[in-house]
Structures are given as C-alpha cells and as structure tokens.
C-alpha cells in the first residue's frame, strides 16, 4: 500500500482479535504526502518554492550581467536620481522647516536630482536680482548693458560650493575615523541647504543696503542652522577636539559663501560685474562721457 502513495489505519481491539473487523468501517485509507516530501528535501530547486514560504537566496540574480553598472554608462548615474516630485517636495519642505533629521528624511535614499535644481535655480535667481540690483543703481546715468559674468560667477560660486565642501568634508570624517558618512548625504545635505538662498535672492534686488543684509542675514542663520542640527550626529563620530574644529570650518566655509553672495550679487559695481563701485557702463558709441557731464577746463 505505501508503495501506492497510501497509509492503512487499521482498529485493533484489546484481544488482537481481527476475525469480526468490519473493514468497511474500521479500515481507511488516506492520501499520503511521502512522495512530495520526498521532492521537498531532494528535488532540484524544492528550498525556493512559493509554498515554502521561505526567502530566494541571497547570490540569485546577482550573477545577471544588467545589473552591473559602470561610471561611464548612464545608468550608473540615474540611480542617484531615482526620486519622485513628491519625495523631493517632501524634503524641500523639510530643509525650509526642519522638524526631524533630515538625513531620517532621506530614509536611505538621498538624491542628487533636488540639489542640482536648486543650485541652477539659485544662479538663475542670483543673476537676475544681480542684474536688476545694477540696473537700479546705473538708473538715470547711461544705457545699461547686461553684464553676464553674473551668470558665470552665480554658477562657479553655488556649483563649486555645493559640490566641492561635500566631498572635503567627507574626506575629513573618513580620514578621522567617521564610519556613518557618506558622500551622498553630503551632497543632498548641502544641495537642499541651499533653497533658502532663493527668496533672500528674490528679495535682496532691493537697493537699501541695510536691508539686503538683514536678509542675506537670514538666509545664513536658517541654512547654517539645517546643516549644524543635520551635521552634528556624523561630526560627533569623531573625537570631541575634531569634532569642534569641523563644526567650526563648516559655519566659517557658509559664512565666506553668504558674504560673496552679498558682495558680489547685490552691491552696485561688484568685482564680477568687472569694475569698481560707482563705475557705469561707457555711453554707446564710445568712451565719450555722457552729455549731461559738465565740461572741463582743467
């Protein structure tokens, strides 16, 4: 019977007497599970059936070739930008107003798709209220002429600045014994730093000085309040005298960035607009002086 794929189950009363068994009653038969056990422990591939209930191994798939990514391939960069709008509005909301870690935000994920918008968004922004904050200044005294090495130093100042003091800050956590940074975060914490640069950048055309410091003020406060509350818990890895001389580079580097965006942005005659304050374009047809400047005789 069990060669069939069947047990037998057979009422044996106290004196072992079968002679008035009444096999139609008392004898049944059930299907065994013999031969599917046995195809479980021997078969080919049993361990990874979907009623095992029991996970695929971890090397399956892993020896495909599509996985493989190279640095000279697009794939290889279109997974740090792997995101969706309503993630990376998420997190733009979080870097305005902060109520968690930001990094806890990221949740493992960090991009690169935000931090490159924002930062071409700032250098658009910087070069128009740059150009409207000359043109204000120059009213009244000659044609304006726009001067587009605004555009060139809002782009070398955000793109080298986002870029740049992540990957110096990150050599110096892994070179002072910092195993939880990672160079990503660095980047997206820095990139998404940098949105409260766009209102103080829509505001600060004004041409009251004093308030475009108030503003530029701002800015710096917030944003270098997100990096230091986001910062601390990767600086703090290291040793407490490494730790306070990388938290004080971070709020010195943020400082020298806040004061160029002042100075160079929105000041009247700033070095990359390419000459001294108080210097006005040339009138158009020459070097001729205007004709309201007054002649004269010595």
Known sequence: MSNAGYDAVVDVDDEGDLG??????????????????????????????GGSGLPPPATAGSGSG?????????????????????????????????????????????????????????????????????YLASEGKGPFAYDFKLLSGAAGLI??????????????????????????????????????????????????TILNWVFVGVGFGLSVAFLLRNLYPVLSATDRQTSKILLILVIALHAGLALAIKILFFAAGSPVSGGPEGDTPPAAGGDQPPADTPPRFF
């Open 20 to 49: 008035h068994t009444d096999l139609q009653e008392d004898l049944e038969f059930h299907n065994s599970n013999f031969n599917e056990t046995q195809s479980r422990k021997g078969g080919p591939g049993g361990g990874t059936s």
């Open 66 to 134: 599509s996985s493989k990514r190279y640095l000279w391939t697009l794939s290889f960069y279109s997974q740090f930008f792997d995101v969706d709008t309503s993630s990376v509005l998420a997190r733009c909301w979080a870097a305005l107003y902060p109520r968690a870690n930001f990094l806890d935000v990221l949740e493992g994920n960090p991009d690169l798709y935000g931090p490159f918008w924002i930062a071409t968004t700032v250098v658009l922004i910087l070069f128009l209220g740059g150009t409207i904050s000359q």
């Open 159 to 208: 793109y080298g600045y986002t870029l740049v003091i992540p990957v110096v800050l990150f050599g110096a956590l892994r070179y002072f014994g910092s195993e939880s940074a990672n160079l990503l975060e660095c980047w997206a914490l820095y990139g998404y730093a940098n949105l409260i640069w766009v209102p103080v950048a829509l505001i600060s055309w004004s041409p009251i």
